[in-house]
């Protein structure tokens, strides 16, 4: 079993940044991919950005050049650095984890709201 726990979530004007984190923990686990997702109210869930175990990424076209995920293997940590943020970008951000087994987690949630 493993445990995500988000942080780093606010309120931040139009043109800022955040970083979010999504901590791993538990028992005997290898992580093979991480990566992060959004809900805003109404819709569904979107794929926001993926890291391999490789360290190669990929990236939604919504968020392409203003969002860069890492991660941290040491740590079993996997970031989300928004810069230039949105109204649009308002929402609530997941981390998704999918271990070497093939099992996957989600994490809580954490609301971002972007002022204009």
């Known amino acids: 079993q493993v445990q995500l726990v988000e942080s780093g979530g606010g309120l931040v004007q139009a043109g800022g940044s955040l970083r979010l984190s999504c901590a791993a923990s538990?028992?005997?686990?290898?992580?093979?991919?991480m990566g992060w997702y959004r809900q805003a109210p109404g819709k569904q869930r979107d794929r926001l950005a993926t890291?391999?175990?490789?360290?190669?990424?990929n990236y939604a076209d919504s968020v392409k050049g203003r969002f860069t995920i890492s991660r941290d293997n040491y740590k079993n940590t996997v970031y989300l650095q928004m810069t230039s943020l949105k109204p649009e970008d308002t929402a609530v951000y997941y981390c998704r984890v999918v271990t070497t087994e093939g099992y996957e987690y989600w994490g809580q949630g954490t609301l971002v709201i972007v002022s204009s």
């Open positions: 890291v391999y175990s490789d360290g190669s990424t």
């Open positions: 538990g028992s005997r686990f290898s992580i093979a991919t």
